[in-house]
């Protein structure tokens, strides 16, 4: 089974910073895998946000795009920098960890963007 255990989080003000990461652990981690980080929105539905391969490839959602950072390194850690928060970015933030036998999520951080 795979563990996700994520940090970060918090309340700031619009245009402020912030930076979650997400740290898998377990012993059934296959070679290739996407993590990445989805949230959601009081009222709305779950959203991508941006995710990693284990082969370096990236993806990140529309709203996101030039504001967000995800990187990751060898110890299966996931990183996600956000600049330039926004209002709208508020939301409960999930790590996630898919591979071909398993899709995995953390428990869940709060990112708050208020004046």
């Known amino acids: 089974q795979v563990q996700l255990v994520e940090s970060g989080g918090g309340l700031v003000q619009p245009g402020e910073s912030l930076r979650l990461s997400c740290a898998a652990s377990g012993r059934n981690i296959n070679s290739y895998y996407v993590m990445g980080w989805y949230r959601r929105a009081p009222g709305k539905q779950r959203e991508v946000v941006a995710t990693?391969?284990?082969?370096?490839?990236t993806y990140y959602s529309d709203p996101v795009k030039g504001r967000f950072t995800i990187s990751g390194n060898a110890l299966n850690t996931v990183t996600l920098q956000m600049d330039v928060l926004k209002p709208e970015d508020t939301a409960v933030y999930y790590c996630n960890l898919k591979q071909s036998d398993s899709d995995n999520w953390g428990q869940g951080t709060q990112v708050t963007v208020s004046s």
């Open positions: 990693i391969s284990s082969y370096g490839t």
